[in-house]
């Protein structure tokens, strides 16, 4: 007798594409044999998802929570708890209308949307843990608060992991694991670099302050004084839910107008395909002032067998092995960036930088396939009990 298909809601806030959304897409393309039902709020996500036919239900009130102008007024807390109140409403009526039988909450402010409902009907609530907090900040509240309910923690990389468990100290269940991204490896890798070509170095993400933008342009400008044959392309949108990410876009465009390299600079904006992207880059710079939990930049940019530097904490020190398949600096060490960046650019088509991006490759083959990924939640999701 053929078994019943298991439906999952998976519960996600974040309005536009990033590092949380490629996962749940890999997740939901090699996951097989259970039916992902994905709310939302509208924005460039939703659109993603719906470009590749997912099942998807937009929800406006799903949002991430923010303090405004520094604070929390009466007026930001009642309106956080309508739109909770109101997600509540729509989650509901999605857990009865597809026969929910668990819930996949992508990140913690998700999963306290979904807290109420997993409660109310007794589903079960997995939380993907996809950042690295600080004990003080709201996300860490939230978990302490998230982690009474007993859910189950998966961590995107064992820095996640430590960093949770720092956090919730002798008070955590055992109800934690690590199952690290993965990816499919490209058929062309794009390997070619000819002698005599412009070198592009690229950065790939959001346009936040916590990426250091700046100080890659600004290394940018000391190489490109002594080398004109270089170019910055810069991937990736403002976040529309975030008013300092706009800010930035503005003092980055002042900062590139004042340093007179406009024309060596292209803000790219977002591109879906990841074969555009690493086609068109030979160096990809992540250098990320706090620990990231992972960065699919870093594995994508390997798997195109690209030179990688990457701030030395966090998820990238978990894939890189330094001078072998990639570069680590020190974070925010600004003159570190430069001597790298530089020495990177000088030597693009000497045999060192060859065997990097070859090893670089390997990694990704050996450590972060798509078929231990897929077993991984497969056995995590066959464990649940309805």
Not at 316 to 335: A, H, M, V, Y
Request: proline share 2%; aromatic share 10%.
């Amino acid at each position: 007798m053929k078994s019943k298909q298991r439906n999952i809601l998976v519960v996600s806030v974040a309005d536009s594409w990033g590092g949380g959304e490629e996962f749940l897409m890999r997740l939901i393309e090699n996951v097989k044999n259970y039916q992902f039902i994905i709310v939302s709020p509208p924005g460039e996500s939703y659109e993603e998802f719906v470009k590749r036919r997912t099942k998807i239900i937009s929800v406006k009130s799903l949002k991430k929570i923010f303090k405004e102008n520094g604070s929390w007024s009466i007026f930001l807390i009642l309106k956080i708890s309508l739109n909770i109140l109101l997600s509540l409403i729509n989650l509901i009526k999605t857990i009865f209308e597809y026969k929910i039988d668990f819930i996949l909450a992508n990140g913690n402010f998700a999963a306290l949307q979904s807290l109420l409902p997993s409660l109310l009907f007794s589903k079960k609530i997995i939380i993907v843990q996809h950042l690295i907090y600080r004990d003080d900040s709201i996300e860490s509240k939230v978990l302490k608060m998230l982690n009474h309910f007993n859910p189950q923690l998966v961590c995107v990389s064992l820095s996640v992991e430590e960093n949770i468990k720092n956090i919730l100290k002798n008070k955590i269940k055992n109800n934690i694991i690590t199952i690290r991204h993965a990816m499919e490896l490209p058929l062309d890798q794009n390997t070619e670099i000819k002698a005599g070509n412009i070198v592009k170095i690229g950065i790939v993400g959001s346009i936040i302050r916590l990426k250091s933008i700046d100080k890659v342009i600004i290394a940018f400008s000391k190489i490109i004084s002594n080398n004109k044959n270089i170019i910055l392309k810069i991937y990736g949108t403002i976040r529309p839910a975030e008013p300092d990410s706009l800010l930035y876009k503005s003092e980055l465009d002042n900062l590139i107008n004042n340093l007179k390299i406009k024309e060596n600079i292209c803000f790219c904006g977002f591109e879906t395909s990841k074969e555009n992207i690493y086609s068109e880059v030979d160096i990809i710079v992540n250098y990320s002032i706090i620990a990231e939990a992972f960065s699919f930049t870093v594995l994508e940019a390997m798997a195109f067998k690209k030179i990688v530097i990457a701030s030395d904490t966090g998820g990238p020190k978990e894939i890189i092995t330094d001078k072998f398949d990639g570069f680590l600096i020190p974070i925010n060490n600004d003159e570190k960036l430069f001597e790298v960046l530089n020495y990177c650019i000088r030597n693009i088509y000497t045999k060192e930088m060859s065997e990097i991006r070859n090893n670089a490759y390997k990694t990704v083959e050996n450590k972060f396939n798509l078929t231990e990924f897929s077993l991984q939640y497969e056995r995590l999701f066959n464990s649940v009990n309805l």
